[in-house]
């Protein structure tokens, strides 16, 4: 593998050809129904492009692709965001207000499938923390989605958290890079997105029939999906990992 090359996503165009094949493994379709998110994306979206960034390879090819916010925190775990959406809130109210940065929260990043497995994720990581560092962000901080929780959905996240190979690392793949490279596991935010949507969207999504009320284990869902079919709602709600890098 040469060397990659890091860019902010928006320095040129990409074809759509590209970006499909960019998030062909990336997440399952019901991770944008966060309807606090959805509040906050299009504002983070313009405000924090700087922050987006793509690793290409020798070809010019998009081989990862990471984003992120900065915030204010205290370095204190009980203050860090309270969900996912909380944390794109307090970057926008931060900005909004001038007020001024210390820390990034990496917030999501995906690896091109032909490239997992190669090193590609880690230098990723390490890409995110030196743009946090390029913006003199001093601290670094990310709510981890653990890739294999799915696999898992009644055990509750902090022994799926603690869960650790022979090594003493992690048992989570991506938990594991994360610590691997430098990261520690500080704290468990168990509600960190509460997806809800219509019981036929969630049929869809599912490929399950959901006929009454209760909860069902879902393909890729970290926990149940909690159906009450006189309203019509399907709730989702899943955690994440917070791991410090700097």
Not at 156 to 179: E, K, Q, T
Not at 223 to 235: C, F, M, R, S
């Amino acid at each position: 593998m040469g060397q990659l090359r890091v860019e902010v996503t928006n320095a040129r165009i990409w074809t759509d050809e590209q970006m499909e094949a960019l998030f062909a493994e990336g997440f399952p379709a019901f991770i944008t129904s966060d309807q606090e998110v959805k509040k906050h994306i299009g504002r983070v979206r313009e405000l924090f492009t700087q922050f987006d960034i793509i690793l290409t390879d020798d070809d010019a090819q998009p081989v990862a692709t990471g984003w992120g916010v900065p915030i204010s925190w205290s370095g204190e775990v009980d203050e860090l965001a309270l969900s996912f959406a909380d944390g794109l809130r307090r970057s926008i109210e931060l900005h909004d207000s001038s007020g001024e940065a210390d820390t990034f929260v990496i917030c999501g990043g995906v690896v091109h499938p032909d490239r997992k497995g190669s090193g590609v994720a880690e230098e990723l990581v390490q890409a995110l923390c030196n743009t946090a560092a390029e913006h003199g962000l001093v601290r670094v901080v990310a709510p981890v989605r653990p890739t294999r929780k799915h696999l898992y959905p009644l055990l509750g996240i902090d022994d799926y958290a603690a869960w650790v190979r022979d090594d003493g690392l992690p048992w989570d793949p991506w938990l594991r890079l994360h610590v691997r490279v430098g990261g520690r596991i500080i704290g468990l935010e168990p509600n960190a997105q509460t997806m809800t949507e219509t019981v036929a969207q969630w049929e869809e999504w599912t490929g399950l029939a959901l006929p009454v009320s209760g909860d069902y284990i879902i393909p890729n869902g970290m926990a149940p999906l909690h159906v009450v079919k006189n309203d019509d709602i399907g709730t989702y709600v899943e955690p994440n990992v917070w791991v410090r890098h700097r």
